[in-house]
């Protein structure tokens, strides 16, 4: 499956600085934390030290962004992130849906365990 990820100007607006000053990558993660089982989870913005070994880099209009291999299922083929209005919020939509329209920016340290 080949994804395309796309950011918005306010995006990347938004997301520069902070890729820039911490020198950390960005990764859409599937968040299955406390959502009870590894179907039943959120798509996530976060920010990592380093990609893990199930993770493939895909190139953007802006950085490249992290994705899990073995979670590629729950992503759509094509993906936008944005900004949502009047917040610091990020929302992640496809041409036929909205992923998660409140999605906050999570920074992991690699001792994080998530």
């Not at 990820?5 to 934390?33: C, H, W």
């Not at 893990?52 to 899990?68: H, K, W």
């Not at 979670?71 to 009047?86: A, H, N």
């Amino acid at each position: 499956m080949s994804v395309n990820i796309t950011f918005t100007d306010a995006a990347k607006e938004m997301l520069t600085p902070i890729v820039a000053e911490s020198g950390r990558q960005l990764k859409l993660k599937y968040d299955t934390n406390g959502c009870g089982c590894l179907v039943d989870g959120v798509p996530a913005l976060w920010l990592v030290d380093e990609a893990d070994e199930d993770d493939l880099a895909v190139e953007t209009n802006f950085v490249p962004v992290l994705l899990e291999r073995s979670r590629l299922i729950f992503f759509d083929e094509t993906m936008t992130i944005d900004v949502k209005p009047g917040t610091t919020v990020f929302q992640l939509k496809s041409p036929g849906q909205m992923l998660n329209g409140h999605m906050p920016l999570v920074k992991v340290g690699s001792g994080d365990e998530r």
